[in-house]
């Protein structure tokens, strides 16, 4: 588990971030085993079955509207609680945007680095990321069923790791929703976070008109 991460001299927005785009999400069994040692000791871990956790992977595009336009993977290895707060764990990010390697680190304490993405449409959407002429991912699905026409509210909170303190910060926003089907996710040997064995989602889906706020984040 890293305790800190090394600083950035890019200037960034500074926080809350608004942000604007679409999004892929899927969901998936994970082992403990294979995501405990990702964690700061003090948090609980939050099985769903005996043994195994939910973890998954976030794809996403920000565009107009954004305070940075780039594109975004985030991994996250399970459910976890600290104090009376249950969320996920972010092991991983990437994203294609020096300034937002910069304020993810700096402002929020999440080890995001940088990647390459390749984003397909068609018969066959599909977006893989890269770094260093290595595959990280690939996330692809048939097709999507109908989602809600409107936008429907959205709300989240997670936590991160700054300065040897366990931070929370919350994200506001709204979405449309669709269930994606015959969702299939590939993470080579090779990946950092191949050892989750990201496989078969139990559920995946796309999200459309995405507006997210991401405040500040403060100490637990």
Not at 161 to 179: A, D, E, I, N, R
Request: charged share 10%; with cysteine; net charge negative.
């Amino acid at each position: 588990m890293t305790t800190s991460l090394p600083t950035e001299t890019f200037d960034y927005p500074i926080a809350p971030w608004s942000l604007q785009g679409t999004a892929l999400i899927s969901f998936h069994v994970v082992d403990i085993a294979a995501m405990q040692h990702f964690l700061p000791a003090m948090l609980e871990i939050l099985p769903i079955f005996p043994g195994k956790t939910l973890g998954g992977i976030y794809l996403s595009s920000y565009g107009e509207g954004s305070v940075l336009s780039y594109n975004e993977l985030i991994v996250f290895c399970g459910l976890v609680r600290y104090g009376d707060r249950i969320s996920t764990w972010v092991t991983h990010i990437y994203v294609d945007h020096p300034q937002s390697v910069a304020g993810g680190r700096n402002i929020w304490g999440l080890p995001k680095q940088l990647a390459s993405f390749r984003w397909g449409q068609g018969d066959h959407p599909q977006v893989t990321v890269f770094q260093a002429g290595g595959q990280l991912c690939h996330f692809s699905y048939r097709w999507r069923l109908p989602g809600i026409p409107t936008p429907i509210p959205a709300f989240a909170g997670a936590f991160s790791w700054l300065q040897s303190q366990v931070m929370w910060f919350s994200v506001q926003g709204s979405v449309k929703t669709h269930w994606l089907m015959e969702a299939a996710i590939e993470v080579p040997d090779t990946s950092p976070f191949a050892s989750l064995n990201f496989t078969h989602p139990i559920m995946a889906f796309g999200l459309e008109d995405l507006t997210l706020c991401v405040q500040q984040p403060t100490p637990l």
